[in-house]
């Protein structure tokens, strides 16, 4: 018996010493937390994988001021623990100065007060609104709030003077924030939800939902999800031969909705992220610079067509760099130094940030883009 | 639109998701007649079908019709694989090692699957076209016609399998009695093998003729698999018909618990009802307390 | 006795002096959940180990416990200590209530009724917006706090935490080697005959079913006020798997074999990040190969191996000489 609990001690302590060893360089260093794996790995992956790419782009070119950042990545896997755990690791462990990520609006949520505690400046990458509202002293984020989203949609309708809505949200995460948006937004525009209706992130048929709407007097049906959800609706919405226009959140906004739902994509319009109409903006569009630059590099990079969520991450980075540059060191003046960002022209849209406004964008983020010959044009 | 159309719309739709059930639920059936195992890992088989297919289309540029009898003859060789590295070392185990051994191995599938393929969505495509059929105001896909008459055919041949087969009565022996079986010189252990083999080049199949309609991904089995699991408990673990409506009603209540009730909760449906039967009626919903057990 | 009280001890010292190694490492943050896991190991083990009855819906009694602290606490403004009994008390009741006619089933049949029941918490974790703000997570739990002492820190957690798994251990190991203890394992080894001797095998079953999911519930309460935000992802079907490779890894029916998986897991995500994507598969490949090679986990499994090493040289040894 007694050898049992030996076992369980020299297990355990060997374990544990194991664990806890850590590099020391003269470096920048700089954490980030995406969820590579997991259900939110189509976050996550292109997120770490422009992360990485941004810092490898900086330190080739001399590092900034000619120190070198040195990124230290862990995978969250959707699961807030973990989060937690990890960034107590990039903060204890690995000494970073700030943090990029977590990817979902759930992870950041647990870990803001960790991050809060430690003053370590968080730029989140993740869309829910409730990361930067209230205003926290430490936590920024990049990705558009979903109610810019919405305002684009419903500012949209209010011109085509539509007004009776259907709505079919996921329910994740996600779906749970957008919808909140759409029927808090909607009395401002004017907007009348008829239909207000849910489907499961793994469900694999919504002709159901769909009848339902099809019975109902909505003139446009608003699908809030990420994939492949969204192309199952389309796909289902063009069998039950569907009248209703189809409009989409911007979590769709990737080639990959079109490749997975294909002729059933036609028409579909949404708002999104300026990345997947680069090549169609204007000459004058500040943000045309930075937009084509991530393109062709990630295009480089990774043989893949670089998506806003990507563009999430580069803002983030970016954003770091230019604070650094401006002077910041530690992790105080790194966060005044976010603070005072202004007209940062990046991939998620033009960020100015204050110390009322730790989200930084409005609506002109978003453009309003239309599906048409399985591409991308912007919607009129 | 009235009421009527809606409901044939609810009820159509049911029933070819209840069909991808059924064939599911006569999955876990065979291999648990055989063996006692409620194999965790089916769901994965399903996931395969899909996956494979996807791979030999896209990458290999194999025509369709060799694609899936390819990808089901893979995903076959991979449940032959599964009980000979992890079920069969593990014969005399208990339940509860066995259930945790199928769980190891579907997160295992999984893992590869994710590693081999990515994390992302796929798409395949319909086998006949996307023009929707027009049923007395519902809409049918052609794809719909695939999945029910794809679960006929095999309902059928599992049925003459079973009942005119040499192989189909020695397994029908074995999951009466094993130790009986194998003293009229029946090879249980091939049994218990095949019966592997069979369930997941089912749940293969079922994979391939879904994935057109749900797209497919590595993390599909999941639910799919529980959902046909839930079949499988309302047909009493039936390898024949009782599953088959076993899986049919299942969709058809999602269905309309989706359309009538509230979506959010549709698949809180199908585990109610897991429950209700299992507390109430273990042997399943159509069984006689001794029933028959194919 | 003796000797488990030694055990106990030694136990008990280890874990209240381990902070002292790791104050200003973040593993002092990973050892709370280590905690956390701890108890809902050693509350499954007491099901599984014991009485032989599988749960793989264990992780929702977790989650009951964690929202029904969150919430009343939260939004109610309950006094924290007092949610946790209650929570510990209604999801105990529940599982009493439940166990009658869940425990009549057997093998995998309890194995899927456990994870439908499992399943159907969480999908009401996650649709039942109002209360628990749904998918999106509830936020603003407060931290614990006794007098002035605001349990807000990793070092406070961990003797919070810790002292908890403490006494659960503790009443663990003294309800093994009670009447109870030998009357649960006469129902896991034969549950015909220990009812002809007069055990009331139905009962106990649930009541021990009820206990195993009043500990989880207070790990839950203990968990939504040290991460003061909590979302349903933590507490559905994987977490339950999880739970359960925990207690197999570590050994059926050894309670510090428990504390062995669920430090084993923990960590395990430390030793596999040099894999990458890879350690989903690696994850599933440990599954199988222990459930193959170790079948009485590490508890057994190590000292086992360690014997038929040292038995292997003295062969050698013995045919040398």
Known sequence: MLTRIMTVLMLSATLLLSASFALAADTIKIGGLFSVTGPPAFLGEPERNTAKMVVD?????????????ELIVYDTAGDATKAVQMATKLIRDDKVVAIIGPSTTGETMAVIPVVEKARIPLISCAAGSKITDPVKRYVFKTAQNDALAVERIYDYLKRQRQNRVALLTVSDGFGASGREQLKALAPRFGMQIVVDDTYGPKDTDMTSQLTKIRASQAQVLIVWGTNPGPAVIAKNARQLGLKLPLYMSHGVSSKKFIALAGDAAEGVRLPSGKVIVADALSKKDPQKASLLAFVKDYQNHYKQEGDHFGGHAWDAVMLLKAAIERGATTAESIRDGLENTRNFHGIGGTFTYSAGDHAGLNKEAFVMVEIKNRDWSLAK | MELGTQLLQYLLSGLSTGAI????????????????????????????????????????????????????????????LFERLAIRPLRKASPISLVIITIGGAILIRGLAMLIWGKDTHSLPSFTGDEPIMLAGATLLPQHLWIFGITVVLIGLNKWFFSHTISGKAMRACSYNPRAAGLVGIDVRRMVLLSFVISAAMGALAGIIVAPLTMTAYDVGIMLGLKGFCAAIIGGMSSGLSTVIG??????????????ISSGYKDAIAFVILLLILFLRPQGLFGKPESERV | MKRELLKYSIFAVCV?????????????????????????????????????????????????????????????????????????????????????????????????????????????????????????????????????????????NYYLVWCFVLGCVLLSVNLANSRIGRALRAIHDAEVAARVVGVNARLLKVQIFALSAMISAIAGSLYAHVMTFIAPPSFGFNISVELLTMVVIGGLGSIYGSFLGALLLTLLPEFLRFMHDYDIVFYGGLLMVMTIFMPGGLVQGIPDLFRKLVGLRKGKGDSHA
């Open chain 2, 247 to 260: 899986g049919l009603v299942l969709g058809v209540l999602e269905s309309l618990g989706a359309g009538l």
């Open chain 1, 57 to 69: 782009g900086i330190n080739k070119s001399g590092g900034i001021k000619g120190q070198k950042l």
């Open chain 2, 21 to 80: 059930y059924a064939l599911i639920g006569i999955g876990f059936s065979i291999i648990y007649n055989a063996t006692g195992i409620i194999n965790f890992a089916q769901g994965e088989f399903v996931m395969l079908g899909g996956m494979l297919t996807l791979f030999l289309l896209s990458v290999l540029q194999l025509p369709l019709w060799i694609a899936i009898p390819l990808a089901v003859l893979l995903a076959a060789l991979v449940g032959l």
């Open chain 3, 16 to 156: 209240l002096l381990a902070p002292l190694a790791f104050l200003d490492s973040y593993l002092l943050n990973v050892l709370v959940f280590v905690g956390i896991h701890t108890m809902l190991a050693v509350a499954l083990n007491l099901l599984l180990g014991y009485a032989g009855q599988i749960s793989l819906g264990h992780a929702a009694f977790f989650g009951l416990g964690a929202y029904l602290s969150g919430v009343l606490t939260t939004t109610y403004g309950w006094n924290p200590w007092f949610t946790m009994l209650v929570a510990a008390i209604v999801v105990g009741g529940l599982a009493f209530m439940i166990g009658f006619p869940i425990l009549k089933l057997k093998g995998h049949y309890l194995a899927m009724a456990t994870l439908g029941l499992g399943i159907i918490i969480f999908i009401v974790f996650n649709e039942w917006v109002e209360v628990t703000s749904g998918p999106s997570g509830f936020s603003g739990i407060p931290n614990l706090q006794l007098g002035q002492l605001i349990f807000d820190s990793d070092l406070k």
